[in-house]
């Protein structure tokens, strides 16, 4: 976040990821206040369409505790079950079109970890 606003090069950058990084942050809160914004943002009558992808982030060793194995969706089919371990994160995301780019996107507001109910 701090590269893509332009502080990447910035002398002081190890001050602001500590900040970031230490600092006690409610996914909860910051998501509410996120999709206050987004909604915010959209127009009049338009259709509020949220959306739920579950996403495996492939992660090994010894400190990854809530590491699970899992149905991998993309590369099994009906007839072929492929399971992988690492951490699924679940993100929700609101559909709205976005005029200028002739598509909808997806605006996320919230990633969870769902570690396995093991």
């Not at 990821?17 to 999709?35: E, F, N, Q």
């Amino acid at each position: 976040m701090l590269r893509i606003l332009g502080l990447g090069k910035v002398k002081n950058f190890g001050k602001y990821h500590r900040v970031l990084s230490r600092a006690k942050w409610s996914a909860l809160a910051c998501s509410k206040i996120l999709l206050r914004q987004i909604l915010r943002l959209q127009l009049p009558g338009d259709d509020v369409v949220i959306d739920i992808d579950e996403t495996i982030e492939r992660k090994w060793g010894s400190k990854i505790g809530k590491r699970g194995i899992y149905r991998d969706s993309v590369r099994s089919s009906k007839s072929h079950f492929v399971k992988c371990s690492g951490l699924r994160w679940l993100c929700v995301m609101l559909l709205t079109d976005i005029v200028w780019a002739s598509r909808v996107w997806a605006l996320p507001f919230l990633s969870v970890l769902a570690p396995s109910e093991r």
